[in-house]
């Protein structure tokens, strides 16, 4: 074993881990979550929903299947979720110094070092996980042995987080018969992949974008990090294109933007939800499903518009889960149904929303 460097968790309720440095030897500061997901470092690490944050991964062995290979189909990495590590800094139980995968090319170590994010190994990290849902979200600092510690600790939500890790251009993906408009939250690029094997050219436009210029058969919302209240450009754009009763189809962050659109609030969680295994109720029916789920913030569904109702609903704490609109074409879910990683339970709702895309555009169509 390496002789690593002492590094230091320090709570902003007085609470302070010490442990080993991996990755880069550096001071930070963030909001602390926790993610119970057994795998999926790769993905987790790259989902810009973590943007700010200092990521406490509860599974007990974390870098023994290395990192993958940057392959790309579709001008899209097949197994990130999109071109940067987004955490501010990893925690885990132990650390894996020897890797073994058939496409690891390299390993979790090097790849940190490469993006300059801090890791610490050797802390219980299943101890921090009870003080954060116990106490409710904490904000946390990261400093190494020797280096000077962050003055105070930074609450990334005060931030317009979505600005920071949206796309700055209109880019276009794929040939297909559907043309979709995906607006860019932070957006994981396994959605972009369900969209075009599902026939769609998928055009991604900034967070600001007014997409309603633009010729689309439907609009979807991705994910993303932060407090929703502070995407109004957004919000108006989508007011804008549910006028024109296009489909509209919004994940996770996008669930957020839609409620709010049509009227209703949204609220910070206690910890959040952020794990693979997190089941869910479809309202009107006696059907659940897993789901896979990273945010902070919830939607009240109480002061919903009429003409709205929920779409699913949390059996774990009752939060709402989902909308959708009685008789038009948009709907929203609080999970990750495209799932990188995690289940593929909700993946058909995809296919619900290419549904509403053909019969939408069906009348039109010589």
């Known amino acids: 074993m390496p002789n690593h460097k002492k590094i230091h968790l320090i709570l902003e309720d007085g609470n302070r881990f010490t442990g080993y440095s991996f990755g880069a030897e550096r001071s930070v500061s963030g909001e602390v979550v926790f993610n119970t997901a057994m795998t999926g470092y790769p993905e987790s690490l790259t989902d810009p929903s973590y943007a700010g944050q200092i990521l406490v991964i509860t599974y007990p062995l974390v870098g023994n ?29 132990d650390y894996s110094f020897e890797h073994s ?47 000077k510690e962050p003055d105070e600790f930074f609450d990334p939500n005060r931030e317009n987080l979505v600005a920071q890790v949206s796309t700055k251009s209109v ?29 769609a050219t998928v ?5 600001d974008y007014d997409f309603t210029t633009l010729s689309y058969d439907g609009v979807m919302i991705s994910n993303g990090p932060g407090d929703p209240q502070m995407c109004s450009p957004t919000i108006a754009n989508i007011k804008k294109g549910m006028a024109t009763g296009k ?35 479809k309202v009107g029916a006696n059907t659940a499903v897993i789901t896979s789920q990273n945010h902070g913030y919830a939607v009240d569904p109480s002061n919903l518009a009429k003409e709205w109702e929920p779409y699913f609903v949390n059996l774990n704490d009752g939060t709402n889960e989902g909308i959708r609109h009685k008789s038009k074409p948009f709907f929203s879910v609080q999970f990750h149904p495209e799932a990188s990683g995690g289940p593929v339970d909700t993946e058909f709702l995809f296919d619900d929303f290419m549904d509403s895309i053909r019969q939408s555009v069906a009348p039109s169509l010589p």
């Open 171 to 199: 880019k276009t993906f794929g040939s297909g018969k559907y043309r979709v408009v995906l607006v860019d939250c932070g957006c994981k690029y396994n959605i972009i992949r369900c969209l075009l094997k599902r026939n």
């Open 65 to 93: 299947y290395g990192v993958p290979r940057a392959e790309e189909e579709d001008n899209i990495p097949l197994f990130f979720e999109s071109d940067r590590i987004h955490v501010k800094a990893l925690v885990i139980s």
């Open 247 to 281: 489909p509209v189809f919004g994940i996770c962050m996008g669930n957020h933007l839609l409620a709010l659109a049509a009227g209703a609030t949204t609220y910070k969680l206690k910890y959040g939800h952020r794990s693979h295994n997190q089941p869910a109720l």
């Open 101 to 147: 995968h058939w496409n690891a090319v390299k390993s979790l170590d090097q790849w940190l070092r490469e993006h300059n994010v801090p890791g610490i190994y050797g802390v219980d990290t299943r101890e921090i996980t009870k003080i954060i849902r116990e106490h409710g979200v904490l904000l946390g600092k990261v400093t190494p042995d020797g280096e």
């Open 203 to 207: 055009t991604l436009v900034p967070w």
